[in-house]
């Protein structure tokens, strides 16, 4: 049996962006994410792709808990995409938005980001 | 001077989706025109990511407008990905949720989109 292969969309909660600039960003991270495994990891990518390129949305609650979030899956060799605005709306310029992570088989990243609630 | 180009993401209000659920639809829309513009648009995809893939989100407040705004679209040529939901959580499934609208010159869009309401 295929592995599901998914990508997690994970957006900081404490920024309290409206839900049309979290849209917009949490698209940047799944594009980037794409784009990102198209070149390194195809087997996934086209896998994610064919199985309807699932994904979640979490939340999580600080930027320092997305930063360790990223620097375990960077241990792992997970593909991740962080996400700075551009600050042309709601928040500063730089800010770190949200962290897109795979698409990565859920076996492997469900034991890691399967304590953080849907957003 | 180079043309900004931009990706516009069409969001049903009237479905009432959660802030996650339309994260989610939009990245879906997002992801599927990057993809298909890096195939048969590929200067306006270059230029796209070039630019820092910009992209905005709008409502639409009915399918029928999504259906039209789709319909004059693909009479212009111009690039959009019709998204439906697969329904596991808050809709039925099959419901159309989004449409994604490029990667496409401002110029271009603008007087097609610019009337419709931010997300």
């Not at 592995?3 to 698209?27: H, P, W, Y």
């Not at 940047?28 to 070149?39: F, G, I, P």
């Not at 994610?48 to 990223?70: F, H």
């Amino acid at each position: 049996m295929v592995d599901s292969v998914k990508m997690v969309i994970a957006v900081r909660k404490d920024l309290d962006m409206g839900k049309g600039k979290i849209a917009a960003q949490a698209a940047h991270a799944a594009v980037s994410c794409a784009l990102k495994s198209q070149n390194d990891h195809k087997k996934l990518f086209r896998e994610w792709i064919n199985q309807g390129q699932k994904k979640i949305v979490i939340r999580l609650d600080s930027l320092e808990t997305l930063m360790r979030l990223k620097t375990m899956l960077d241990q792992m060799g997970i593909i991740s995409c962080l996400i700075t605005d551009a600050g042309f709306t709601q928040i500063m310029p730089g800010t770190v938005t949200c962290l897109g992570i795979g698409p990565v088989e859920e076996s492997v990243i469900d034991p890691i980001t399967g304590k953080y609630p849907l957003l």
